[in-house]
């Protein structure tokens, strides 16, 4: 059975940066997309990037295109969340979620995905 943790997460100020990190346990990364999702208090669940078990494709929800890079390191069974130029507005728990499939594309959409991990408070504030 596969598990996730995510790690990485904390009160970093505007303009800042902040790598999170989903380790996997039970399976290998290498046959399974993975997605990022974050909820803010009071709202509902959002995705925010994801990466394809094959070849690496990613997707970006517009409001993190160009500050956020998600990556893999499936010899090290890890995925990437890098987070540059944060805003109040990225404060939240940040998810990471894996769908099985040995697929060249890759969904950011909850019902997608089949594991998820307990999730990392991500803060920005001055």
């Known amino acids: 059975q596969l598990q996730l943790v995510e790690t990485g997460g904390g009160l970093v100020q505007p303009g800042g940066s902040l790598r999170l990190s989903c380790a996997a346990s039970g399976d290998t990364l290498y046959y399974y997309a993975i997605g990022w999702f974050r909820q803010a208090p009071g709202k509902e669940r959002e995705g925010v990037s994801c990466?394809?078990?094959?070849?690496?494709?990613?997707r970006y929800a517009d409001s993190v295109k160009g500050r956020f890079t998600i990556s893999r390191d499936n010899a090290k069974n890890t995925v990437y969340l890098q987070m540059n130029s944060l805003k109040p507005e990225d404060t939240a728990v940040y998810y990471c979620?894996?769908?099985?499939?040995?697929?060249?594309?890759?969904?950011?959409?909850?019902?997608?995905?089949?594991?998820w991990g307990q999730g990392t408070q991500v803060t920005v504030s001055s």
């Open positions: 990466i394809s078990s094959k070849d690496g494709n990613t």
């Open positions: 979620a894996a769908h099985r499939s040995l697929w060249s594309a890759c969904v950011i959409s909850i019902g997608w995905y089949e594991h």
